[in-house]
């Protein structure tokens, strides 16, 4: 069974937003934080957003810096992802991952310039 799954995306215009989510399915988030990641086949992946088990904290890359805005809600087991400003070369698949539950099939978005 895929530990998280994620959902939301899809296909946007250049300059518009998404919102992507990631449920623990049947189980509770670890007691640290998770990230989300964005990989394209061939190449490595890219870290795109962290937040701490409490949410308190946050990380977003200078590419997505003020763009992106990862966010949590421990009682739904449920972490987010905002996109907004979405440019062509944020396409790619994105998925979520736990450092000890492990992370989801990823989830594809497209950005149409």
């Known amino acids: 069974q895929v530990p998280l799954v994620e959902s939301g995306g899809g296909l946007v215009q250049a300059g518009g937003s998404l919102r992507l989510s990631c449920a623990a399915s049947g189980r509770t988030f670890s007691s640290y934080g998770m990230g989300w990641f964005r990989q394209t086949p061939g190449k490595e992946r890219e870290l795109v957003a962290m937040i701490t088990r409490a949410g308190d904290n946050t990380v977003h890359p200078a590419s997505v810096h003020g763009r992106f805005t990862v966010s949590r809600d421990n009682v739904k087991n449920t972490a987010y992802l905002q996109m907004r400003n979405l440019k062509f070369e944020d396409t790619t698949v994105y998925y979520c991952?736990?450092?000890?539950?492990?992370r989801g099939r990823g989830t594809q978005v497209t950005v149409s310039s």
């Open positions: 991952d736990d450092p000890l539950i492990g």
